[in-house]
């Protein structure tokens, strides 16, 4: 009962939250909102789907928009360049835009409410690995990350893409679980598996959707949703070949399990047929070799910045510290159109509490993972395959354009904020906080000695080490007791979301408003 309540105090908190950023960030202040905002539109004036043509990214007209800050006298309108985005979250956000006249509001409410789903399934994910203060903590971190309130308060597909993600690692994940034997009572009537309507057991008893059919819907609703989801279908494989596995395992040890290549069977291939005419539908308006529509996407685009333009003209050493920067920066939070970004020294505390989950998380990988079931290292190594991909994706895609935004790592925002909280209450730890402490004490003196032959004097950087390296010190000196390490590991997470309100109207408010 405690840990429901306290999953429903984050919700509720990150819901109060959204609400403000969707009532105070100023009309179109969010990365894309006006080309998302105009899909909408057009499918409930015209009654059917739009199509991505030249002319559709007005490049000198949308820096002059932006520079402005959306006067009133400069329409939206011709800001159509998401057009040849999958449907799905304009077909669902169609409904709320006719009901409300087309305003702004109710639309970027609609996104927050999204947003909470994600947060719960992110809760409900970890705990399948790793109940209690953890699965919690992902929560948290998922709800609580500045630049991600921001972009789940306003218009845009990402938001429904994450929770559909996350919906398919949750059921993927359980189906390993049920594969590995690890469920309290069987998640399926083994002898009925292969056939398609007949239901299996769930842990309350009921008639549930057999997990293969759950699986191919997901994947059939992120292919009518957006390009992120589309890792799902190699998580799919990996995760069917480890369930394989463990059925193997316990086919050797004469243990129940499920016959042979039932893994296969399980999942249901006919709901990918859902997203055909979408596909057909690309086909005949953009040809049959771009029905993502990203060739169309790619030439309409001009004048956007190109990576090649700009490792010529900065070189890759200055292009490559530029890209890690501000994908850290605006990961956090970077608001507006990139234009306003926080406090550096905010980035600094930042900077901190990531080398404390990175050092946390390096002794976790050494130490931690001998105790975990096989299991629990499988969903890791899924979640862990997650990150990648996404991280591979924008990679790639940084390679053709200049697009260092650390928001397109939202798609893996749940296995992020699961390593983030693994490696927190891992450094937490009395000896980890000793030799975390010797290590910034280091930093420190590097500093200084910097500071004394350059005369570069970083004094906030300096107090900042100095002060986090004393109260790894001080932790050190304490014994380890759980409550103190819950309560420290809590209290981070409500100052990330005392910093959601600090942002918007210390910094989106201000900065932003015409």
């Not at 998302?36 to 820096?63: C, S, T």
């Not at 309409?300 to 490792?311: F, K, S, Y």
């Not at 509490?353 to 993972?369: K, V």
């Not at 930093?443 to 100095?466: P, S």
């Amino acid at each position: 009962m405690r840990e429901r309540t306290l999953i429903a105090a984050i919700i509720l908190a990150y819901i109060a939250i959204g609400i403000l950023y969707a009532i105070y960030t100023p009309p179109w202040q969010a990365p894309d909102e006006p080309a998302h905002y105009n899909y909408i539109a057009y499918i409930a004036h015209k009654g059917r789907l739009p199509v991505l043509q030249m002319g559709d990214y007005p490049h000198q007209y949308l820096e002059e928009i932006k520079s402005r800050r959306f006067p009133p006298d400069m329409s939206i309108e011709p800001i159509r360049y998401e057009f040849h985005q999958p449907p799905l979250y304009y077909l669902l956000a169609v409904p709320v835009y006719v009901t409300f006249g087309g305003a702004l509001i109710p639309l970027r409410l609609f996104s927050v409410l999204l947003g909470a789903g994600v947060v719960w399934v992110a809760y409900r994910l970890v705990r399948e690995i790793f109940p209690g203060p953890v699965a919690l903590g992902t929560a948290a971190f998922v709800a609580f990350v500045p630049m991600h309130v921001a972009m789940t308060a306003s218009v845009n597909n990402d938001v429904l893409a994450e929770l559909i993600l996350a919906l398919f690692l949750l059921e993927l994940v359980r189906w390993m679980k049920q594969a590995a034997g690890a469920r309290r009572r069987p998640a399926i009537n083994l002898p009925q598996v292969e056939k398609l309507r007949e239901v299996h057991k769930n842990d309350g008893g009921t008639p549930s959707v057999p997990p293969g059919l759950k699986l191919a819907f997901l994947i059939a609703l992120g292919l009518l949703t957006k390009t992120t989801t589309y890792i799902a279908i190699p998580l799919l494989a990996v995760g069917l070949l480890l369930g394989l596995r463990a059925t193997s395992r316990k086919q050797t040890e004469g243990r129940p399990s499920l016959p042979p290549g039932a893994g296969v069977r399980l999942v249901h291939f006919w709901p990918l047929l859902l997203a055909l005419p979408w596909f057909v539908r690309n086909a005949l308006v953009y040809g049959p070799l771009d029905p993502l529509g990203l060739a169309r996407h790619d030439a309409i685009v001009v004048g956007q910045p190109r990576t090649a333009e700009w490792a010529a003209r900065m070189g890759w050493p200055e292009l490559l510290k530029t890209f890690v920067l501000t994908t850290f920066h605006s990961f956090w939070g970077q608001f507006g159109w990139m234009a306003v970004p926080m406090d550096e020294r905010v980035y600094v505390m930042l900077a901190l509490l990531c080398f404390l989950a990175l050092w946390g998380s390096g002794f976790f990988l050494f130490t931690g993972l001998r105790g975990l079931s096989s299991l629990q290292r499988q969903a890791l190594g899924i979640l862990t395959l997650s990150f990648g991909l996404t991280a591979a994706s924008y990679l790639w895609y940084n390679l053709k354009f200049v697009q260092h935004q650390g928001r397109y790592l939202f798609p893996a925002l749940i296995p992020i904020g699961l390593g983030f909280c693994l490696g927190i209450r891992e450094a937490l730890k009395k000896q980890r906080m000793a030799l975390a402490g010797m290590l910034l004490a280091v930093c420190l003196a590097a500093l200084v000695v910097k500071g004394a032959i350059t005369g570069d004097w970083n004094r906030f950087t300096i107090l900042a080490l100095l002060g986090a390296s004393g109260a790894c010190g001080i932790k050190a000196l304490l014994p380890d007791e759980e409550w103190l390490d819950t309560l420290l590991f809590a209290g981070l997470f409500v100052a990330l979301s005392v910093l959601d309100v600090f942002c918007l109207f210390y910094y989106v408010v201000p900065y932003l408003s015409r």
